[in-house]
């Protein structure tokens, strides 16, 4: 595997164990409004939070999920396409998802940075910042469009996914 390959790997495999650890914090938020109940305590913004990380979650989720072919394709449309054109309604696709990838990406990021400077606050009992939970979106979605580039380039190639 190549320097590049392995880089990518690597930044892949960040977003899936961020994920695993929103889907972690989402639990553990969870049980502790479950347990307050019990005990007499309220967690402060519990539904908020977890709504931040489900988001977060679903996100960062995106890129892994593609590299492992978890997300839904159109299958029956590109099995009764030829062989030889195949590959370029596929990379037409790729391509196409690439571009919509980026620009969601560039949008979300500029959305971060105006939150950040505008000191923007989640409307909950809890003051959190809003640049946390959009940047965890953001960084999912810069994951996501950077394996929807690698996909592309693999079906410009003729690489199988």
Known sequence: MSLLGRVLEGLFR???GLAALMGLFI???ILAQV???YLGFVVPSALEMAGFATAGLIFLGLAPTLRAGGHIRV???LERLSPRSRPWVEG???GLGFLG????TLQAWLKVGESYRY???APGLLALPLWLPQ???ALGLSFFALALLEAWLKALKGVER
């Open 119 to 121: 000191g923007d606050l």
């Open 27 to 29: 639990l553990l938020v």
């Open 135 to 137: 940047g965890f979106l």
């Open 35 to 37: 347990l307050g109940r």
């Open 75 to 77: 299958g029956l449309l």
């Open 92 to 94: 037409l696709a790729l």
């Open 14 to 16: 960040l977003a899936e």
């Open 101 to 104: 990838a980026l620009y969601a």
